[in-house]
């Protein structure tokens, strides 16, 4: 008997694939999106280095006068400075063979291969982006927790928050269920300073456990004001006052607080999840592309910014 058996020879496989894209197993970029549609993401022309320029404290001359013509300070006024950072590179290469094509013709494809490589290549940027957002500092990429620590200290686009104060973030602990809220509220108040503040936090981002414990702890039906998105039980979103809660894969315990006008993932204008043409390899019958981003987060209010954490 043959070793191909009859039915394999006279029927394809039901090839289960929509639009002849495989299922993808691992990419789930929850904080890329909202990064996107909450305004975290700033393109713009990059020069040497991104500055923020910061206007770090009240007029050291500010006084209330005791009594009539009451001497003034003529010390120069200084409340200016800035913070600078270096933009950071991601690159995701593809690479394949001209026998790649011969055999993946479209009259005979299960899958579009060249379109499945660079779908995987720019979910594979995203992902990536997104992973190395969480700790301090991944090959000059810059994460939460050089902007955001722990103790609120640290040092942050050449500025020492250990030595000035104003750049210390916000930061409280909890224990578990019993307390996260109270320190949600506790991060919350003190990133916005004082009642109606218009610089507040409109995003959290935990780990899933962290999102299930504060879900765990607010009554059915219970919402935070007007809109679209309600609070446990609804699929709309969890919100915490005006903030959307969201977990992410790469999330830890450490629930960061953001806002979009203290931090910002600024990217090259040019050159944001850029795709390349195809180059011919030296001495070999293929090609390689890339997908290639210029980018860095950038920090201009560390004291609106904030972390609840173990």
């Not at 990536?128 to 991944?138: D, I, K, R």
């Not at 050449?158 to 269920?177: E, K, L, M, V």
Request: glycine content about 8%.
């Amino acid at each position: 008997m043959p070793t191909i058996g009859q039915m394999v020879s006279v029927s394809y496989n039901a090839v289960l694939a929509d639009q002849r894209k495989p299922a993808n197993q691992w990419a789930e970029s929850a904080l890329m999106r909202a990064f996107e549609s909450g305004g975290f993401i700033k393109r713009m022309d990059f020069g040497p280095q991104i500055e923020a320029p910061l206007d770090y404290q009240r007029n050291p001359g500010s006084v209330i006068t005791t009594v009539d013509l009451q001497p003034l300070s003529n010390t120069k006024t200084e409340t200016i400075t800035s913070a600078l950072y270096t933009p950071a590179e991601v690159v995701i290469p593809i690479t394949y063979s001209d026998m790649d094509e011969v055999q993946n013709p479209t009259s005979n494809q299960k899958v579009a291969k060249a379109a499945a490589l660079i779908t995987n290549a720019l979910d594979s940027h995203d992902d990536l982006v997104e992973q190395y957002l969480f700790p301090a500092s991944t090959n000059g990429f810059l994460g939460f927790l050089t902007h955001i620590t722990l103790a609120g200290t640290g040092s942050s686009g050449g500025i020492s928050a250990t030595t000035d104060a104003f750049w210390r973030n916000q930061q409280a602990t909890y224990i578990d269920d019993t307390d996260i809220e109270a320190a949600f509220t506790t991060v919350y108040n003190s990133c916005m300073k004082g009642s109606g503040s218009k610089t507040q936090p409109t995003l959290m981002v935990s780990d899933s456990p962290t999102h299930a414990t504060f879900v765990g702890t607010q009554q059915a039906l219970q919402r935070w004001g007007a809109g679209d998105k309600l609070n446990a039980g609804f699929s709309g979103g969890i919100k915490f006052m005006n903030a959307d809660y969201i977990f992410s894969q790469y999330g830890g315990t450490s629930v960061q607080f953001l806002n979009p006008k203290s931090f910002q993932l600024c990217v090259s204008k040019g050159h944001f999840r850029e795709l390349n043409e195809q180059i011919p390899l030296e001495n070999a019958t293929g090609y390689t592309r890339r997908v290639y981003s210029a980018l860095q987060t950038v920090v201009s209010n560390r004291s609106r910014l904030g972390v609840a954490h173990l």
